[in-house]
């Protein structure tokens, strides 16, 4: 048992960045399936790919106004979770990182919840007699939701690597810079014509990385000022501590805007019967949420910066 225990210890991030439903459910689940995974030699990236037909099967059940088939729409999202977890947990398991890898975990949310907005659409057009007669205005408020899901799944991401740099160091992260990748991206060689899916993996993800720091100006102020004072990177231990202190009670919003509270919303809609409801909980609460997190990170940066540069 105390092996069991620590091997699956091993497979979490941190407890400092798990959500407790995930602690509680899904990454217990998860890592059942990762060493039955690890057993039959699947791959996580394999593991990712099934998610993302059993996310995407779930969206398509949405789209029925019968409960009974809507609830097993979300048995099917809730598998598709596990299976996400335990890519993560297999990786880390058995030490199989790639960067596709972190590309196709992040993109199986966006092809979950494509399915899942786009059945929403088109159910209420036909549903509601107002969207009936102009469909374009439920398209529009679930293009901006859509938009607003993926910077908030992306900013709340971004803050988990950093404090799990802070954490564990450049091997316990998965912190990128995106001038670094785009020197890989020139030294690499990989064409357009040469290697298409290669060459588009590398760009998707330099563009991600850039989305997330033009959004997090202070963050990169203090990854540029830590540069400058520890060009070796050997932030000094007090230093770590304090972040991860004050970092520390923000984890729990970065929780909030990934998986587990979106889908009780979105589960919430579906049991009343009004779905379009998700998209007002994406654009207000969530959204508001998302605003509150990167005050108050960004505050936290410049607040460590200032004593950076006066040390």
Known sequence: MSSWSEEYHKSLKSMDTEEHIDLAFYRPIGFMWARLAARLGVTPNAITIASIFLGV????LFYYPELWINVVGMLLLVWANSFDSADGQLARM????SRLGRILD???GDFWFAAIYIAIVLRENQAIPYFAEHPWVMWGIAVLAGLFHSKQASMADYYRQ??????????????????DLRRQLDESGVTWRGNFWRRLTMVTYLSYTRRQEASSPAMQALRRELRRKYPDGRVPEEFRAEFRRLSLPLMKYTNILT??????????????GQPWLYFIYELTILNGLLAYMVMRHERLCRTLTARLKQS
């Not at 998986?259 to 009343?272: A, D, E, H, K, P």
């Open 106 to 108: 992040g993109l199986s």
């Open 94 to 97: 058995t030490h199989q990182y």
């Open 259 to 272: 998986f587990n509270w979106r889908t009780i919303g979105l589960f919430i809609t579906l049991f009343v």
């Open 57 to 60: 099967g779930a969206g398509v």
């Open 162 to 179: 950093f404090h799990l740099y802070f954490l564990k160091g450049e091997e316990g992260s998965e912190l990128d810079n995106a001038d």
